[in-house]
């Protein structure tokens, strides 16, 4: 069973950066693309960017343009996602969760467990 | 972008009984080409990360129980649970993949009568 774990929660001060880890398990990592999601309580879900975790390319939405920076450790079989210039509004659940690399199967699946960043003074 | 929106908000169904979700989308999700639907849907239960339930609008995920229909086409989807059962409670998300930003409904809270 395909599996991803993200790293722990996270407490950052205004301004700041954070970087989650999502690493990959029970499949080969750079067949797939890994996306990054948020969820801020009782909103809907908020599709960030991709990493194609073969090729290293990357697609951002504009609204994270400058601020989000996602790469990847083939090695380790590990993506990140790092946001920075961080604001009480990125206070939220990061997901990262997998598609199939270089086609239009943009469905996502599976998900990691989610990692809680708070962004408070 | 592509706006996503669900109807309804939420909705109370007695078990057994059918719940029926619907997802428009502010421009067509239908690529002519291959003729597909680009959209999913997704089940969030609490403190849980999505679940994907269908793809390419009507493709049941493995696993899936087989009450979990998908249909529609174009902008105008719909999620059918035709039995529902306890375990069903929970949020339900579509989600459209045709084009970036991938965009998703604001969610419907399925709960029981």
């Known amino acids: 069973q395909v599996q991803l774990v993200q790293s722990g929660a996270e407490v950052k001060k205004p301004g700041a950066s954070v970087k989650v880890s999502c690493k990959a398990s029970?499949?080969?990592?750079?067949?797939?693309?890994v996306h990054w999601v948020r969820q801020a309580p009782g909103q809907r879900l908020e599709w960030m960017g991709w990493?194609?975790?073969?090729?290293?390319?990357?697609k951002y939405s504009e609204k994270f343009q400058g601020r989000l920076t996602i790469t990847r450790d083939t090695s380790a079989s590990t993506a990140y996602m790092e946001l920075s210039s961080l604001r009480s509004e990125d206070t939220t659940v990061y997901y990262c969760?997998?598609?199939?690399?270089?086609?239009?199967?943009?469905?996502?699946?599976?998900w990691g467990q989610g990692t809680l960043v708070t962004v408070s003074s | 972008d592509i706006v996503m929106t669900q109807s309804p908000d939420s909705l109370a169904v007695s078990l057994g009984e059918r719940a029926t979700i619907n997802c428009k989308s502010s421009?067509?999700?239908?690529?002519?080409?291959?003729?597909?639907?680009?959209l999913g849907w997704y089940q969030q239960k609490p403190g849980q990360p999505p679940k994907l339930l269908i793809y390419w609008a009507s493709t049941r995920e493995s696993g899936v129980p087989d009450r979990f229909s998908g249909s529609g086409s174009g902008t105008d989807f719909t999620l059918t649970i035709s039995s529902l059962q306890a375990e069903d409670v929970a949020v339900y998300y579509c989600?459209?993949?045709?084009?970036?930003?991938?965009?998703f409904g604001q969610g419907t809270k399925l709960e029981i009568k």
């Open positions: 969760a997998s598609s199939v690399a270089g086609t239009d199967n943009n469905w996502f699946d599976p």
């Open positions: 989600q459209q993949y045709y084009r970036s930003p991938y965009t």
């Open positions: 029970r499949y080969t990592f750079t067949s797939y693309t």
């Open positions: 421009q067509s999700v239908l690529y002519s080409s291959n003729n597909k639907n680009y």
């Open positions: 990493i194609n975790a073969g090729n290293g390319n990357t």
